[in-house]
């Protein structure tokens, strides 16, 4: 099993940034993947960023560009770097954690962010 535990989210004005940190805590040696995916109300869940355990990223096309999925092995902890933030890129954000040889996928809590003026 692990825990992941998403912080970082807030209000922020378009063109400003924000990190949002995902510390991952009980069975980590087995995560093959870790992404961030969002959803706002009313749409479906979407995948934003993804980083392997060789460390390939993927981005939605709608933040390339604008987004830097990264980790800290030392912290345990996967950081969503967003920038030039846009008003559609209001949603629940949410970090999400997927096993090596297992079907097993593990999520967050969520935490909001809200880009307005």
């Known amino acids: 099993q692990v825990q992941l535990v998403e912080s970082g989210g807030g209000l922020v004005q378009p063109g400003g940034s924000l990190r949002l940190s995902c510390v991952a805590s009980?069975?980590?040696?087995?995560?093959?993947?870790m992404g961030w995916y969002r959803q706002a109300p009313g749409r479906q869940r979407e995948l934003v960023a993804l980083?392997?355990?060789?460390?390939?990223?993927n981005y939605a096309d709608s933040v390339k560009g604008r987004f830097t999925i990264s980790r800290d092995d030392a912290k345990n902890t996967v950081y969503l770097q967003m920038s030039s933030l846009k008003p559609e890129d209001t949603a629940a954000y949410y970090c999400n954690a997927k096993y090596l040889n297992s079907p097993n996928t593990y999520w967050g809590q969520g935490t909001q962010v809200t880009v307005s003026s």
């Open positions: 980083i392997t355990r060789g460390g390939n990223t």
């Open positions: 009980g069975s980590i040696f087995g995560i093959g993947a």
